[in-house]
């Protein structure tokens, strides 16, 4: 029968995950072996693979590891060979963080996590790490991580990292639950109830949650008003109020919130006040406009042209107010207007004598629109003049007047007249043709 049967593996090298690999099976027969047949060895009970001298396994997988052998067979019988080890190589695979703790992780309990992995060559490295809102940080190294006296800070999700020459490979998320009893329970007024009513809110930091009872304390004597996180109090009476919050591990009373008369008073005051300052704020808005539009009307005003009447229409009567004149003798003299410019902005007020101020630096000049005398006889020029004023001029200035007498009445005649107090010197020159008048006046400073 055949004798020195052997199954070999045909590879030049390591066989690596996602490799091809063949496996080849030799005898020594005589007669030649007639059939060859491949089994791998399991734990219950080897399967024939297939027959055929050679067995071929393509995209081989971690799952191909193991024993293989072969039998060959001839007319005279078998021989089964050794086993042959086919050794796949593949990063880690399967790596798992679990937390070893027989019931719940209390405050203040010792913890430990460990991590597996299924890797060829086997994992020689465990990192552990702890999932944070920035970045994980390395916590350890090593198949084990342990906490002692462990506290709620230590809450959180954990994994770790499997490493072996082919590669590296992480586990999923682990949470590790840390359980306590309440703390920090506080009492807070909820800001969005108004009016009368007063609600208060109770805060707690515990794990599992907590429920949460209500009492009020007064002067020797503590009495269960409600449960729940709100508390609602609508005839706002007098006392102390606070908050127990409690779970199964323990129970935490708030400070004390005193509800006195005093609340309410602080309430509307501070209502007062906002609304005082709303109005103060709209006062302020409305003066800074006022004031804006003030100033840009002078503004304005003192933009305009530096000129200002000082005559409106100016009547002169006879040169002797002590004497009556009858209507038909009075002389009717009308100035539209009469103009003072300057070089600069300046206000002149409106005066039926004008004072021309002394030691004036700059040019002024004196315009006369119109003149009318409704008389048929001439008209005196001081009545025309009359309270015209201007010392220490320094100035000439020149103007035509055109004068309608009518009727007519033929006269002829040169008049001079000299006013003392002032530089003036005033020749009117009438020369009457019919019923023209053409009167020419110099005005000479």
């Known amino acids: 029968s055949p004798k020195n049967t052997r199954a070999v593996v045909l590879s030049s090298g390591d066989t690596v995950e996602g490799d091809s690999v063949t496996l080849s099976c030799s005898s020594d027969a005589n007669p ?4 060859y047949s491949w089994f791998k060895q399991r734990a219950a009970a080897d399967t024939l693979l297939t027959t055929g001298q050679n067995y071929s396994i393509s995209t081989i997988s971690s799952q191909h590891s193991g024993l293989y052998y072969c039998t060959a067979q001839n007319q005279l019988g078998q021989h089964k060979s ?7 190589l593949y990063l880690p695979k399967n790596t798992r963080a679990v937390v070893l703790s027989s019931g719940d992780t209390v405050e203040g309990d010792s913890v430990t996590l460990s991590c597996s992995s299924d890797a060829n060559p086997p994992v020689h490295t465990y990192s552990w790490f702890k999932q944070r809102a920035a970045a994980d940080t390395l916590l350890t190294t090593g198949q ?6 462990i506290s709620s800070q230590n809450s959180g999700l954990y994994y770790c990292t499997a490493h072996n020459q082919r590669g590296l490979h992480n586990s999923t998320l682990t949470p590790l639950d840390v359980l306590y009893s309440p703390r920090n329970t506080s009492v807070t007024v909820d800001p969005s109830v108004s009016g009368d009513l007063v609600t208060l809110l109770c805060r707690s930091d515990s794990n599992p949650n907590s429920s949460y009872t209500w ?16 508390l609602t109090l609508s005839s706002r009476p007098d006392g102390f109020y606070y908050c127990t919050a409690r779970n199964e591990f323990g129970s935490s009373n708030s400070s004390e919130w005193p509800c006195t008369s005093d609340n309410r008073a602080v309430k509307y005051a501070g209502s007062g006040v906002t609304v005082a300052l709303a109005l ?28 200002s009447p000082v005559y409106g229409n100016v009547s002169a009567m006879t040169s002797d107010p002590t004497q009556a004149a009858s209507s038909e003798d009075e002389d009717n003299v009308q100035y539209t207007s009469v103009y003072f410019t300057q070089t600069h902005t300046q206000e002149v007020p409106l005066y039926s004598t004008v004072q021309l101020p002394k030691a004036l630096n700059q040019i002024e000049g004196v315009e006369y629109a119109t003149v009318s005398l409704v008389k048929s006889r001439a008209v005196r020029e001081d009545i025309i003049y009359n309270n015209l004023k201007s010392k220490e001029a320094r100035t000439a200035r020149s103007f035509w007047t055109d004068v309608n007498l009518l009727p007519p009445t033929p006269s002829s005649g040169n008049i ?9 010197l005033l020749t009117t020159m009438c020369v009457l043709n019919e019923s023209l008048c053409d009167c020419f006046a110099i005005y000479t400073v």
């Open 32 to 35: 030649p072996v007639l059939t």
């Open 280 to 307: 103060l704020f709209v006062v302020v808005i409305l003066w800074m406009r006022k004031r804006g539009t003030a100033y840009s009307n002078r503004s304005e005003e003192y933009s305009k042209n530096d000129s």
């Open 215 to 230: 009492y009020k304390k007064t002067e020797g004597d503590v009495i269960l008003i409600g449960n729940g996180t709100n």
């Open 144 to 149: 084990n991580y342990s906490i002692s006296n």
């Open 416 to 424: 001079s007249r000299e006013i003392e107090e002032n530089t003036l």
């Open 82 to 88: 050794t086993p042959t080890l086919l050794d796949v």
